[in-house]
Structures are given as structure tokens and as C-alpha cells.
């Protein structure tokens, strides 16, 4: 019923940028709350940034200053723009969104399938 599809991630030098985008799609009524979460080897998934349908952010302190978060509400898409990246931001990047489908009397949390981010030289 609903899909979350990210990409952009991949392979980037110390320093370097990347932007990751995830798409929701399906019988959606309302798209509200969206967020970029990450999993580093080994250690539990955290969260990086949110952003509420109205467009205010959450930047975690780890990545605030470097990474921004955006939406584009036409088309069910949200952002994240990875600059100055480092070798710790290497994770599987998740991205998560509060939607609300038609006929359903409320909305829960989705998750993407996640995309790999890897900082290296």
C-alpha cells in the first residue's frame, strides 16, 4: 500500500557530499512527520534529522552544521544533504515518514528499505 524508496546513497571520500532522497508512494491521504535515521556497524539505529509536514527541523548535534534535512511536499519526497562528511557518518541511512492512508481512521510510521552511505579514502 505505501513505499518508501531512498537513493543517492554510495561510496564518498572523507570531506565529500552526498544527498539522499526517499520517496513515498501509494494510497497516502497525508504525509506528515518525516525523518532520516542511521544504523553504524555494529551499534544501534539513531536518529539524524526530522522535519514536520510544515517544514520545522530536528538536526541530532553529530550532524548538525553539516547535514540538512527538506521536503517537497508535491511530491511526497523527502532530503537530506550530506556535506563534510566524515568517516563516522558511515551507516545504512533509513528514512521514515508518518503517513495516514485513504480510508484509514489514523496514520502510523513506514520505513524505507535503507541505503548505504560509506566515508572513506
Known amino acids: 500500500q505505501v513505499q518508501l524508496v531512498e537513493s543517492g546513497g554510495g561510496l564518498v571520500q572523507p570531506g565529500g557530499s552526498l544527498r539522499l532522497a526517499c520517496a513515498a508512494s501509494g494510497s497516502i491521504r497525508s504525509l506528515n512527520a518525516m525523518g532520516w535515521y542511521r544504523q553504524p556497524p555494529g551499534k544501534q539505529r539513531e536518529l539524524v534529522a526530522t522535519?514536520?509536514?510544515?517544514?520545522?527541523?530536528n538536526v541530532a548535534d553529530s550532524v548538525k552544521g553539516r547535514f540538512t534535512i527538506s521536503r517537497d511536499n508535491a511530491k511526497n519526497t523527502e532530503y537530506l544533504q550530506m556535506n563534510s562528511l566524515k568517516p563516522e557518518d558511515t551507516a545504512v541511512y533509513y528514512c521514515?515518514?508518518?503517513?495516514?492512508?485513504?480510508?484509514?481512521?489514523?496514520?502510523?510510521?513506514?520505513w524505507g528499505q535503507g541505503t548505504q552511505v560509506t566515508v572513506s579514502s
Open positions: 521514515s515518514a508518518e503517513i495516514r492512508l485513504w480510508g484509514s481512521p489514523t496514520g502510523r510510521n513506514y
Open positions: 522535519i514536520t509536514s510544515g517544514g520545522s527541523t
